[in-house]
């Protein structure tokens, strides 16, 4: 039973152990994985937790959003009408237009360089604007959105601005038409 000082079982014992540290080398990294994989599903946003501050988390019996003014019952003390918004208060984008753009391919191709002239009507200067370029294939179908804000732009009062060759960001390679809008902007 004994070959060269070492028992059969011995030789064995020894093969039944390199065997699992074989198994257990191969097999952590799959439960490593999957134990990653359950924490990211666990973890990812819910929609109570992806709303903004602004927005409230109550829902009303036919589950869309309701304001907490909505949610009050209407003969508690607190239900309140909220303030009408006037004509003043209007937000700063809405002055605001593209009256021309064009666009270009930089960056081997796939970053995508846009011209345009942004048009202030509004009768104060805005500044932090942002834009959103939706590009599309020759037949119209939609490829890529992508919004930017302009850094260190500021469009006087009843002016207009034009901005040459901004980078956007990176597009589809299809993309052949782009289109342009003012998303965000702030009051000087």
């Known amino acids: 039973m004994r070959e060269g000082g070492t028992s059969?079982?011995?030789?064995?014992?020894?093969?039944g152990r390199s065997q699992l540290a074989t198994q257990a080398a191969v097999l952590s990294p799959v439960v490593v994985?999957?134990?990653l994989t359950g924490w990211t599903m666990l973890s990812a946003p819910t929609s109570a937790r992806s709303q903004s501050v602004g927005e409230p988390a109550m829902q009303g019996a036919s589950g869309t959003p309701q304001s907490v003014a909505e949610a009050?019952?209407?003969?508690s003390a607190d239900a309140a009408a909220p303030p009408q918004a006037g004509p003043a208060d209007r937000p700063a984008v809405d002055?605001?237009?593209?009256?021309?753009?064009?666009w270009r391919r930089g960056g081997?191709?796939?970053n995508?360089?846009?011209?345009f002239t942004l048009r202030n009507d509004n009768n104060y200067a805005?500044?932090?604007?942002?834009?959103?370029?939706?590009?599309?294939?020759?037949?119209?179908?939609?490829?890529?959105?992508?919004?930017?804000?302009?850094?260190d732009a500021v469009v006087?009062?009843?002016?207009?601005?034009?901005?040459a060759q901004m980078h956007i960001g990176f597009v589809n390679l299809y993309a052949n038409k782009a289109k342009c809008a003012p998303v965000a902007a702030s009051r000087i």
């Open 112 to 115: 995508a360089l846009v011209t």
């Open 33 to 35: 994985i999957a134990g």
């Open 72 to 75: 009050t019952p209407a003969g």
């Open 95 to 102: 002055g605001l237009k593209i009256s021309s753009q064009s």
């Open 8 to 15: 059969w079982f011995d030789r064995a014992r020894r093969l």
């Open 108 to 110: 081997l191709g796939s």
């Open 126 to 151: 805005v500044k932090d604007i942002e834009i959103a370029c939706a590009f599309s294939r020759q037949d119209g179908s939609h490829l890529t959105d992508r919004r930017r804000v302009i850094p």
């Open 156 to 163: 006087n009062t009843k002016s207009r601005k034009t901005f």
